[in-house]
């Protein structure tokens, strides 16, 4: 039996199921979802949405929440920032390992933000997106949409990831309308007036603010629309792939003088920024 540790908010625990869906796929074995992080975590903003945008979830795989699966969920927490090191191939933080708690019983625990190009991988991201597309159905939108990441990201906590200025986007958006007819902009922020709003009226006078709200219904929002400019965040980048968006693409730099080359997917094309 493997167990997946869960954490993080809905773009993060799409990369932990794309993982768990590895995981099936390798050892063609049961896989359990660990989900003690939930229970521990303070951050109402960072809630188990999971079964929400997927409703057969637990016809999948195993809900794990009793009491050994949280001493497991802390254990694996104790080696994690006492015995594992981040690895140079992955994101700054991301200390992905297995533990063999108990014989034929395994935990797994990380960030697992690293799609490559190995047959695995390719396999069950195309299962995944055959899996969850259809439930990202929504209206559909002609506009361009941004993801403009503020909030959080300008605490001390999360100053590592780092702000993508809007100079950047801008010249982004320029490139995609001269590939593409768009109606207008949709710019997804939760920190509105964050944001130089005129700079992007000089590329279209129809812009939309979508401040947030319910995540997942954010999520399939952003997903529906024609083309995706997305943020430094697993939360645009998985709109942008779930949602098949031909018009997509991410910043070449993920966190501060990290590249974006190291989640892997280098079929999604990267524009130009610095954080």
Known sequence: MHQIIFKGGLGNQLF???????????YNTRVSLNLSNYSFSSRNDRSFLMERLYPPLFD?????????SKFLFLYARILEKYFFRSKPERLPGDKCF?????????????YFQRITNSKLDKKCLGLFKKKLSPY?????????????????????????????DEKFLIKESENQFQKQDFNGITIFSDS????????????????????????????????????????????????????????????????KNVKSSIIGLENIPRYKCEI
Not at 98 to 110: M, R
Not at 137 to 153: C, F, M, P, T, V
Request: glycine fraction near 8%; proline fraction near 3%; charged fraction near 20%.
């Open 136 to 164: 990202l159905l929504s209206e559909k939108s002609d506009n361009l949409a941004i993801h403009i990441r503020r909030g959080d990201y300008l605490s001390a906590n999360h100053s590592m990831h780092g702000t993508i």
């Open 98 to 110: 297995k533990i063999n708690y108990y014989p034929n019983k395994f935990i797994h625990s990380g």
């Open 60 to 68: 999948e795989f195993t809900k794990k929440s009793s009491n050994f």
């Open 16 to 26: 932990c199921l794309f993982y768990a869906y590895k995981i099936l796929n390798k």
């Open 192 to 255: 509105p007036e964050l944001i130089n709003l005129d700079c992007f009226k000089n590329l279209n006078k129809n812009i939309t603010i979508d401040k947030g709200g319910d995540p997942v219904m954010v999520f399939k929002r952003m997903a529906s629309h024609k083309g995706l400019i997305a943020s430094n965040s697993t939360f645009s980048l998985w709109a942008g792939i779930l949602g098949g968006i031909k018009n997509f693409s991410i910043p070449y730099y993920w966190m």
